[in-house]
Nanobody, 122 residues
């Protein structure tokens, strides 16, 4: 089993930055992909960044150029640097990991953190 714990959420003004961190523990050697998802009230959970091993990354157009995902395999952490934040980035952000898939859909990830709130004020 893998445990994921997110940190770094909070309140920030539009245009500001936040850095989220996810610490993984347990059977981390089996993880092949990690990702950050977000879910705003009334909306579906969406992937905002994914990383396979430490090189292959994915970003949707909505965050490309503003968000950067990075993974430290030695520390078992994955970070999400978020710059130029917008009010529409407000959501609960979740860290996810998979032993099997590298994808952008929630069902492709077996392990999830509890989430951290990010609120961007206008």
């Amino acid at each position: 089993q893998v445990q994921l714990v997110e940190s770094g959420g909070g309140l920030v003004q539009a245009g500001g930055s936040l850095r989220l961190s996810c610490a993984a523990s347990g059977r981390t050697s089996r993880i092949i992909a990690m990702a950050w998802f977000r879910q705003a009230p009334g909306k579906e959970r969406e992937c905002v960044a994914g990383i396979r091993w430490s090189t292959s990354t994915y970003y949707p157009d909505s965050v490309k150029g503003r968000f950067t995902i990075s993974r430290d395999n030695a520390k078992n952490t994955v970070d999400l640097q978020m710059n130029s934040l917008k009010p529409e980035d407000t959501a609960v952000y979740y860290c996810a990991a998979s032993d099997i898939h590298y994808g952008i859909e929630p069902y492709e990830y077996e392990h999830w953190g509890k989430g951290t709130q990010v609120t961007v004020s206008s």
